[in-house]
């Protein structure tokens, strides 16, 4: 499996876009701008609505209302921040397979993802009974929190690869 994932980067580095991000003057550089754009705005968000779960901020507003007016905002700026890191990960594809602190990025990600949905089909099911508590229950802060550290995994891995790869 691991020929084919390498060869899969292989294929990503020969695109059209890859050869944008690594070869054009200005490029890289854009790219990179709009992912960091991308990720403050999407974790930034996401923030607001984990801090919520952990009872530290918005005490007054209830955990939905939270969520609906946040959420179109952090998905609009993870489509961002996914986008942009999809195409410089196609122009550097090779060096990010062999990459630690990549693994680890996209370990995080998948894990923040596993927890969101963990969240959504079991967490919120019992909404109702928490929405307007100032401190949802332990269930929800522990996943507000484990979103945070997750997406601080994310952006430390990502800060790393940036010292690791070139």
């Known amino acids: 499996m691991s020929a084919s994932l390498l060869s899969v980067a292989e294929w990503l580095e020969r695109t059209q876009v890859a050869v944008l991000v690594r070869e054009s003057f200005w490029g890289f550089q854009v790219v990179v701008a ?3 754009f ?3 705005w999407s974790a930034g968000t996401v ?3 984990d801090l919520r779960l952990l009872g530290l901020s918005m005490q007054g507003v209830p955990v939905s209302t939270v969520y609906r007016r946040i959420m179109p905002w952090a ?3 993870f489509f961002v921040m996914f986008t942009s890191g ?3 990960l196609a122009g550097f594809a090779t060096a990010a397979y062999g990459n630690l602190f990549f693994r680890l990025k996209a370990a995080a990600l998948l894990l923040a993802g596993l927890n969101a949905l963990v969240y959504h089909l079991v967490t919120e099911r019992h909404i109702a009974g928490w929405d307007t508590a100032a ?8 996943a507000g929190l484990v979103s945070i550290l997750l997406w601080t995994g994310v952006v ?3 800060r790393m690869m940036s010292y690791t790869m070139f």
């Open 86 to 88: 999809g195409a410089l």
């Open 38 to 40: 991308g990720l403050a």
């Open 75 to 77: 998905f609009a700026g």
């Open 47 to 49: 923030l607001w609505f």
């Open 156 to 158: 430390l891995a990502g």
């Open 34 to 36: 709009v992912h960091i």
């Open 135 to 142: 401190r949802p229950p332990l269930v929800a802060r522990l």
